[in-house]
Structure formats: structure tokens, C-alpha cells
């Protein structure tokens, strides 16, 4: 079982950045892969990144290559979702996901935080 805290997120304007971090309870984090999910209104939840249980390997969408990047410090449980040169349409909920194996499907993810609110002005 793990349970998973978002925090960060916030306003912030076009071009700038911003990082998410999401912490952890439980003592088996490390075994899991991370990912980051973001739902903007009217839309479904859509991926943004994964990262492997020792960090070794990390999988973007292409709307966020090269301007995000996830990165987890098992010792301290957390995983983190760097922000930069955001974009309006980057406004979303962004949640942080826990999965027994590597995907960027949803449906795969069995535990999930409550979601934090990141808003990009133009």
C-alpha cells in the first residue's frame, strides 16, 4: 500500500517554471515505478512522464519533452516533476501515480495522490 501527496503546483506564467513533488508513505516506494498524469477541464487524464524504481530509465509524452523532467530520491520517498518554459495549455490537475511495472497507461497505475492545480497564464 502507498500513499502519495502532491504539492507545488500553483500559478505561473507562460515561459516559466514550476516543480511538483510528490511524497510517499510506505516502506516499498522504491519498488515502484512513478509516473506523473495531468487532467485538464473537460479533457481525460493524460500522461506526462514515468521513471523506473531506481531512476535508471524516464518516458515523456511528446507535448513535454524537453521541457519537463522527472526525477525520485528513494530516501526521502519522493518522486519530482521539474517544470520549465510551461505553456497555457499545460494548465491541468496534475497527478502523481505508483505502478508495479513500467507504463504509460493509466489503467496501469494502482495508486494515486489527490491531485494538485497548476495553472499557466498567458
Known amino acids: 500500500q502507498v500513499q502519495l501527496v502532491e504539492s507545488g503546483g500553483g500559478l505561473v506564467q507562460a515561459g516559466g517554471s514550476l516543480r511538483l513533488s510528490c511524497a510517499a508513505s510506505g516502506r516499498t516506494f522504491s519498488s515502484y515505478v512513478m509516473g506523473w498524469f495531468r487532467q485538464a477541464p473537460g479533457k481525460e487524464r493524460e500522461f506526462v512522464a514515468a521513471?523506473?524504481?531506481?531512476?535508471?530509465?524516464?518516458n515523456y509524452a511528446d507535448s513535454v519533452k524537453g521541457r519537463f523532467t522527472i526525477s525520485r530520491d528513494n530516501a526521502k520517498n519522493t518522486v519530482y516533476l521539474r517544470m520549465n518554459r510551461v505553456k497555457p495549455e499545460d494548465t491541468a490537475v496534475y497527478y502523481c501515480a505508483a505502478a508495479n511495472g513500467f507504463s504509460t497507461t493509466y489503467s496501469s497505475y494502482d495508486y494515486w495522490g489527490q491531485g494538485t492545480q497548476v495553472t499557466v497564464s498567458s
Open positions: 521513471i523506473s524504481w531506481n531512476g535508471g530509465g524516464t
